[in-house]
């Protein structure tokens, strides 16, 4: 009898993440029967990730409205998915990491009795309100979860001090690895054609050096967002030699102050959100990365690429630990300082860029599928 997995994700990034694993299981068609189900919490971005992966959901709950609200989105979620569980009956529920999606989903995978398997578990900065609600959703995905498959020792280590049973936690590296060098093969091959790679080269100056910069955080909103904004100016009026590409996150909060600090600026590009596939070739492009995204401190060090990260604290202490990833907060300051080290100091940026990526070697997703057959007694 095949073992009945059910894997769930809502965004972008976990979409991202759990392609690979999805793809992988699929592969091993005559020992699991693998079915898909999106909450669609972004339907967009989400989509472009699932064609590009080419990737068909098996459950479509398409739950995004137009300002939707924690509240309601967690309800509907848990509400939903009741007639998915009830008709699949699943013996597994995989979820990722920290979203509404996967917190609603692990209850309800709870409440519906089946075994949740949390991929990129063990996450944490002990902060409850940063970032907020992701250290919530995954403290709480935690608790009720079966299985722990941990990016990191780090990550173990969390659970194991949240008295989470040992043989409970595998530590596996971070599925995104997986996707990260699918993807780079994929965007480089040479029957490969995607209209926002054709857009963006027209836009990037080849004769300067790329700063990728991306920002979106509910914490960095208000003063935060006008210090960023103020310390990219300074570093694109300061190094002419240099050109500053921001995708800009289309929520208000992000646009206005971007747009009213940065939009007359000559060596600073602001452009609409990436797809997936242009995203990962921009930040191949890339001299360095400035970020406030969990997803890119993890990526760009495959890359070779120093990021600077534009918040105070990290569930992803890893990377910091072993100098590819530096904090500088919404310190206008520190931003600029750390920035032009990088962009004049060649040891200090070769130092940054070669270090050992923590979070894996692409295998992730084979020791999810190992453990899980092992745990079944199947070959």
């Known amino acids: 009898m095949k073992i009945k ?17 999805v793809k992988d299981f699929q592969k091993h068609f005559d020992q699991f029967d693998t079915k898909v189900c999106i909450t669609a919490q972004h339907r967009e971005m989400l989509d472009q990730v699932l064609e590009f992966f080419e990737i068909t959901p098996d459950f479509d709950l398409d ?3 137009p300002n939707q609200n924690l509240y309601t989105l967690t309800a509907e979620i848990i509400t939903n998915l009741k ?3 009830e008709k699949f009956q699943p013996d597994y529920v995989f979820v990722h990491g920290d979203t509404t999606t996967t917190m609603a989903a692990s209850l309800a995978a709870f409440y ?3 075994k949740i398997c949390h991929i990129e578990a063990g996450l944490r900065t002990f902060n409850m309100h ?3 609600p992701e250290e919530m959703n995954r403290s709480v995905t935690g608790v009720v ?16 001090r949240e008295n989470k049973k040992e043989e409970s936690i595998i530590v596996t590296g971070n ?15 040479n029957d490969f054609i995607d209209a926002e790679v054709v857009k963006l080269k027209t836009i990037l100056d080849p004769n300067k050096r ?13 003063q935060g967002f006008i210090n960023i904004c103020e310390a990219l100016k300074a570093i694109a009026l300061d190094n002419p030699g240099t050109q500053i590409i921001y995708p800009v996150h289309l929520n208000p909060n992000v646009q206005k102050p971007v747009y009213e600090i940065l939009g007359n600026i000559e060596n600073i590009s602001l452009i609409a959100p990436l797809s997936y596939p242009a995203f990962v070739w921009l930040m191949e492009k890339s001299y360095l990365i400035i970020t406030d995204s969990g997803g890119v401190q993890e990526e760009a060090p495959s890359l070779g690429k120093p990021v600077l990260v534009m918040r105070d604290t990290t569930e992803r202490p890893e990377a910091v630990d072993a100098g590819t990833v530096l904090l500088v907060g919404t310190d206008k300051e520190k931003i600029i300082t750390e920035t032009t080290r990088l962009l004049n100091d060649a040891q200090a940026y070769e130092q940054m860029g070669k270090l050992h990526n923590p979070y894996g070697d692409g295998e992730a997703c084979s020791r999810v599928i190992d453990y899980i057959l092992k745990l079944n007694n199947k070959p």
Do not use: Y
């Open 130 to 132: 940063s970032p907020f």
């Open 63 to 65: 739950l995004m409205k």
């Open 145 to 160: 979860s079966n299985l722990h498959f941990a990016p990191t020792t780090t990550s173990r280590d969390n659970l194991l």
């Open 83 to 85: 007639p998915v569980l």
């Open 5 to 21: 997995n059910l894997i769930i994700f809502g965004t972008r990034p976990e979409a991202i993440k759990m392609a690979p694993l």
């Open 175 to 189: 599925t995104i690895i997986d996707a990260l060098l699918f993807s780079v093969k994929k965007v480089n091959s």
């Open 210 to 222: 790329l700063i990728l910069v991306t920002g979106h955080r509910r914490e960095n909103h208000g």
């Open 112 to 114: 519906a009795g089946a």
